[in-house]
């Protein structure tokens, strides 16, 4: 019989080889192969992950993000938005990513691009393509119905708006340093739109209702399954999103389609169900007997970013290593916001990420030069969270 820890590096260097396809995929079948290895009860495993009403709200919920996102993208409002801001070029440059990358949708780095290389035909390709991808994420480190941000909240136990409340100040950073680096020396002009700050925020609602009304709800009723708070709320933004946008219910269907929906619920299930694996194979016991220091933590949440392309994977396996070595239940909030910035930092200049790839084709160029101009800033932040995480261990 192989050790469960060497059936864990064995299942996870698989999951890192092939985790550029599909990943609730991949993830499924890892867990599969993890649970053989580690003789553990597949069937009592799978139950208990299908009986767990949070988890099936909370995939329930992460379908519905990106329908809301397609409509959002296929009736213009997400480009009305964007055009009724009506801002300076360097503004619309950092903007119009941004906004766009609240939209969960395949290939979304796609749909910011045309916009950004039309608001400016003079600046570098490679500098674009750092653009799209550096603000097209900023935000989403910090909305509060991001998956990943969710999954982080559901491991960790933490609220999931603390976990926003402590991500603004990498956030900031992250705003200042692009525009330092990469914004700056670009030549400004008006973009000739015609400012409609109603408009604005009327095409906002769709986007921050969700997540205001999952915040009342957590803050204000005690419930069992707080999921369901961001369920409704998701809900109620899909309604408002359809009003706005024209269209029927039954528009949902061919959105549903086109977003390929099914990939959402299924990593879930297929990431908790990993999840649950490894917490019965007795692996993460084992890993934290080795006692590892946290700086190790950051380093491989830094690197595993980079190999997967993703945050939640990455997140799936820190997080229940570290309440192992550490014997408790719910992580220290600062802990959490140092492991996750390196994830983040390291998922944002690995070539895998879809993004990535996406604006490097858009704008005919390649990796190597790209990330002449993502290095700097990615690892200007990195540098500080090290930092950061030194002055914090002092104090």
Not at 83 to 106: E, Y
Not at 272 to 281: A, H, N, P
Request: glycine content about 4%.
């Amino acid at each position: 019989m192989i050790p469960p820890w060497a059936s864990f590096l064995l299942v996870l260097i698989l999951i890192l080889i092939f985790s550029k396809y599909e990943l609730c995929i991949v993830l499924s079948i890892g867990a599969l192969i993890f649970a053989i290895l580690t003789q553990i009860d597949i069937l009592a495993s799978l139950i208990s992950i299908f009986t767990n009403f949070s988890i099936i709200f909370l995939a329930i919920a992460v379908a519905i993000i990106p329908i809301l996102g397609g409509i959002m993208e296929e009736s213009g409002l997400m480009l009305e938005l964007v055009q009724k801001m009506n801002v300076s070029k360097k503004i619309s440059i950092m903007v119009v990513p941004a906004f766009f990358g609240l939209l969960p949708v395949a290939g979304g780095a796609l749909m910011s691009a045309p916009i950004l290389d039309q608001i400016d035909k003079e600046v570098d390709v490679n500098r674009k393509v750092a653009i799209n991808v550096w603000f097209r994420h900023v935000l989403i480190l910090i909305y509060p119905i991001s998956s990943a941000m969710i999954v982080a909240s559901v491991l960790t136990g933490i609220s999931l708006y603390l976990i926003f409340i402590a991500l603004m100040p990498p956030f900031i950073l992250m705003v200042f340093i692009g525009y330092f680096i990469l914004v700056k020396n670009v030549k400004t002009n008006e973009v000739p739109y015609e400012r409609d700050l109603k408009r604005v925020f009327r095409n906002m609602i769709p986007i921050i209702i969700a997540p205001l009304i999952d915040f009342i709800g957590r803050t204000f009723f005690n419930v069992v399954i707080p999921e369901i708070f961001l369920l409704i709320g998701l809900i109620v933004s899909l309604g408002i999103a359809l009003k706005f946008a024209n269209m029927k219910i039954t528009n949902i269907k061919n959105i549903a389609k086109k977003m390929k929906i099914w990939r959402f619920p299924l990593l879930i299930f297929a990431m908790f169900w990993f999840l649950d694996v490894f917490i019965r194979s007795g692996v993460a016991e084992e890993i934290a007997s080795l006692n590892l220091s946290f700086i190790l933590f950051i380093l491989l949440g830094f690197f595993l970013g980079f190999a997967t392309g993703r945050i939640q994977l990455p997140l799936s396996i820190l997080i229940p290593i570290y309440l192992s070595q550490f014997i408790t239940t719910i992580m220290p909030l600062m802990e959490l916001i140092f492991l996750y910035w390196s994830i983040f930092l390291g998922y944002l200049i690995t070539p895998i990420h879809p993004c990535v790839a996406y604006s490097i084709n858009y704008f005919e160029t390649n990796y190597k030069n790209v990330v002449k101009h993502l290095a700097i800033p990615i690892f200007l932040c990195f540098f500080i969270l090290l930092l950061t995480y030194s002055l914090f261990r002092l104090f």
